[in-house]
């Protein structure tokens, strides 16, 4: 008989171990060693994985062995200690309390997803284990975040693989109650329920769970209450399922949900209102909205609540793939904001921050990056080559515009080292450095030997290869039910191979199957009797994408010949608890997108921390680390050649660095047995790469670039009841208004000679007709660089020109100024120049933002 409802009964806690519930309550241990290593005492030293899990480590505790470790005065001082320290953690100052009293005590951090731990499966890929690094460096330094998020029963999916190699998907329950999280309570003990109002006159109910996250406050919502009607009920059942309806509900929860659950969190709390809101991907726009009805209630306009809700809000985009776009049919959305959802909201509002133009006479679609923009005054996207994909990508919401223009600047995604580093390569740091923070120490010192690095990375391969091993026989033991092991799946791979890692999602523009592009030369590599290689591999497709599953098959099948078996493996049910013993056992971290498709990707970043090498197409945060001397670059083939044809000329050069550069580099030994070529380029590797690849690193980035300006501005446009942000407003208006009759009529120029040298001195005057504004409204530019022949203006700079005579009348009742600049001639070659104006104003971030500018003609 199957029970309807399963859940673990701990033991009672002896009272001297009443420390250990506020260590488990708080998942900071998820990236503190000692506290991992006291769990895993607790049960003599069970597997990692176990004690990764508290819960389940508690449920498998006999009250014995607690009574036992109760009365041990030396274990009770332990558990006593990591508390004292863990307290240590939450209260001292760190680096953001050092910014002094300006910096915002409160920035909200909206995702769809987190990968904080295994134990907690709240994510089905790169975005939400960057939002979990994100969340760990923000309390590692201090930073005041509460992020906001949804509680999926079901989380991703759980991935095994039928006997033909077709991806299984399982949705386990993930049970709250096994795990660290508390619910968001009222004094009297009522849980604290956010409601929404749906369009048929029911209302959609949600309860808040509270996860600790070191210093950060999570927040996640949860339909799965008995207030709701049982297909409510289903709203959070898991991770991007569902259809369009279903889709939008989740996001209606998570923005406009999440901010009424951070405003119950702040009450109940006595914490501060945030000032800023940092959005991750379009997914939780509709938060703006909420803010903006909240504005509205207090006496604003629409357009005066828009302001103060840009100012202060940050919109990160995650991906350069259109697909990976949300986007709403209109009606839907029409729909949904008809109603009491959002007062003071009008769903033609709503509409028109998010509309797409119409294509081909089609009306376009609700899009959320369009809105995610609209709703916010700073954008980024995540790697340097990310934010040039995302200005070319987005430029047509500010026409007139060139691409370097678009406001949309970049920072570049990290991992969270104390997560993602291998406990053994932290221990030989702190051996020879004293510490154990590995990415502020120069590995190029041999205070660590050639000798014990080769040692520790050997290791590592060990515990992959026997961490690979019990997980190839666990699929074949599903694959083939009831069938008797067979010998050779427990000798598969060898800790003394060159180990090729390979592990993410499975969208197609991954290419997972590059490899094996060239069966015959792939074999010959897996097989070579003197150098060898092997190859993991692991990923989860879409459960809707049957192409990504036709690629798992394919790999499946080729691993699955006796030739290679032992060679090449695919690890079912790709998550953190694999990434971390996968990521440190590799030597070598495969990547090959189709650029520039990869956003940034954080596997290789992982990879690298634990002194494995990349092997990447030049490819999001690759593109801008790549030193031709800290691993290999597969060269890109030309963009405008078909998909097969790149396909071949880039397999074929990942097998070339393989054959010439990778493999006899590995094997070459010198006296000692050591590769020391190799460890030579894993030390520059290890050196160089790790404090950049930090999410440290990315999140003073968002602290000086984002959240600190963001915070100005908010707080600038809220003074004295708003007045700046109604001014702010009104002159916008204006300016829309009076934009039509701005224009340039003429240019003159002088000072140069007919064929100009470097050095001379281009001096210019341009009369402006400004249509009624004055020359406060606008800023007046050159805009110069190198010409081509087609009169394309590149590597372009502006200079401002200021007012120098005027206004005076043009005889058509206009009013004309003259703007007067000179620009010296810093270089030879083609020289190219226009002059424009655009609307200035103080509260604005960028000229750009209103899309609008009058260009000489
Ligand atoms: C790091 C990681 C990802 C994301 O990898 P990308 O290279 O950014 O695609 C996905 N899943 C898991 C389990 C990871 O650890």
């Known amino acids: 008989m199957k029970a309807i409802r399963r859940f673990a009964v701990r033991p009672a806690l002896p009272e001297r171990l009443a420390a250990l519930e506020t260590l488990v309550g708080n998942l900071r241990w998820v990236w503190h060693e000692p506290t991992v290593a006291l769990f895993s ?261 629409f357009a005066e609540a828009l302001e103060v809700v840009r100012g202060g809000e940050v919109f990160t985009t995650h991906t350069p793939v259109p697909a990976g776009i949300d986007r709403f049919d209109p009606e839907l959305i029409t729909r949904y904001f008809s109603t009491e959802l959002l007062p003071g909201v009008e769903s033609r509002d709503v509409l028109s921050l998010g509309l797409e133009s119409a294509v081909d006479g089609r009306p376009g679609l609700f899009n959320m990056a369009i809105m995610g923009f609209r709703l916010a005054q700073r954008a980024n996207g995540v790697s340097r080559l990310h934010g040039e994909v995302s200005r070319r990508m987005f430029r047509s919401l500010w026409p007139g515009f060139d691409e370097n223009d678009i406001p949309i600047g970049s920072i570049t995604n990290g991992v969270h080292p104390a997560t993602w580093t291998s406990t053994p390569l932290t221990d030989l740091a702190e051996r020879a450095w004293g510490t154990r923070d590995t990415t502020s120490v120069d590995w190029r010192d041999h205070a660590v030997s050639d000798a014990d690095l080769w040692e520790t990375k050997r290791h590592l391969r060990a515990e992959l290869v026997a961490d690979a091993r019990r997980r190839v026989e666990a699929s074949w033991v599903s694959q083939n039910p009831g069938g008797v092991v067979p010998e050779w799946v427990h000798g598969v791979l060898d800790p003394d191979v060159l180990t090729i890692g390979f592990a993410r999602r499975v969208p197609t523009y991954k290419r997972l199957t590059l490899m094996l592009h060239d069966e015959d030369r792939l074999r010959a590599l897996l097989l070579d009797p003197e150098r060898p290689i092997q190859i993991v591999v692991a990923g989860k497709s879409h459960p809707a994408d049957d192409e990504g599953k036709r690629l798992i098959q394919q790999l499946v099948e080729f691993a699955a010949e006796p030739e290679v078996r032992s060679r090449i493996v695919f690890l ?74 790149r396909d071949r000329i880039e397999a074929a050069s990942l097998y070339e660095l393989l054959e010439h550069h990778i493999v006899p580099s590995f094997y070459d030994r010198g006296e000692s047995g050591l590769p020391h070529g190799w460890l030579a380029t894993m030390r520059h590797s290890l050196a160089t790469l790790s404090p950049e690849l930090s999410a440290d690193r990315m999140l003073r980035q968002y602290v000086g670039a984002l959240y600190l300006p963001a915070a100005a501005a908010a707080e600038r446009l809220s003074e004295s009841s708003y007045k700046p942000a109604r001014e702010l407003a009104a002159w ?115 000229d750009v933002e209103m899309g609008l500018v009058a260009v000489a003609r």
């Open 41 to 301: 005492d607790m049960a003599h030293g069970v597997e990692d994985r176990l004690a990764r899990d508290p819960a389940e480590l508690f449920a498998s505790l006999s009250q014995a062995r607690l009574d036992e470790l109760a009365a041990d005065d030396v274990f009770v001082a332990r558990v006593d200690a990591l508390r004292d320290d863990l307290q240590r953690y939450l209260s001292e100052p760190r680096w953001y309390q050092g910014l002094g009293e300006s910096a915002p005590t409160s920035i909200a951090y909206f995702s769809p997803e987190y990968g904080i731990t295994a134990a907690l499966p709240q994510y089905s890929g790169g975005l939400g284990i960057l939002a979990g690094d994100h969340l760990k460096s923000a309390s590692d330094l201090g930073v005041p975040l509460v992020a906001v998020g949804l509680f999926y029963r079901s989380g991703y999916f759980s991935q095994s693989l039928s006997a033909d190699g077709w991806q299984q998907e399982t949705y386990p329950i993930v049970d709250p109650d096994g795990l660290p999280l508390s619910v968001l309570r009222h004094l009297d003990g009522t849980p604290v329920d956010i409601v929404l109002a749906l369009p048929d006159g029911r209302s959609l109910n949600a309860r808040v769970w509270v996860a600790r996250v070191g210093r950060v406050t999570l927040l996640l919502l949860d339909t799965d209450v008995p207030e709701n009607d049982a297909d409510l009920c289903q709203v959070t059942d898991r991770l991007y399922g569902g259809g369009e309806e279903h889709r939008l509900r989740q996001e209606l929860l998570l923005g406009i949900g999440g901010v009424r659950a951070i405003k119950q969190w702040c009450d109940l709390t006595g914490a501060d209102m945030p000032t800023v809101f940092h959005t991750n991907e379009g997914h939780a726009g509709f938060l703006g909205l909420e803010r903006i009805s909240d504005l509205v209630g207090a006496g604003l306009g």
């Open 572 to 645: 079912p049910d790709y998550d953190m608890a694999m990434a971390k013993t996968l990521f440190p056992g590799t030597d070598v971290w495969l990547n090959n997108p189709l650029r520039p498709l990869e956003a940034c990707g954080t596997s290789g970043m992982k990879a690298a921390l634990n002194g494995s090498l990349n092997l990447s197409v030049l490819d999001g945060w690759w593109a801008e680390f790549a030193d031709g001397a800290n691993g290999w670059t597969i060269p890109t083939a030309a963009a405008n050649l078909s998909p097969e044809e």
């Open 732 to 846: 916008k208006r204006r300016v829309v208004e009076a934009w039509p009759r701005v224009e340039i009529s003429h240019v003159e120029s002088g000072g140069l000679d007919v064929t100009p040298q470097v050095g001379e001195t281009l001096r210019l005057r341009a009369y402006v007709a400004l249509g009624g504004l004055t020359p406060d409204d606008v800023s007046v530019e050159l805009v110069y660089g190198a010409g081509s022949a087609e009169g394309e203006l590149t590597d372009v700079a502006t200079l401002p020109l200021q007012p120098v005579d005027g206004p005076s009348g043009r005889g058509d009742g206009e009013t004309s100024v003259v703007y007067g600049g000179e620009l010296r001639l810093e270089r030879s070659g083609n020289f190219g120049y226009t002059v424009r104006v655009v609307p200035h104003h103080r509260d604005v971030a960028s």
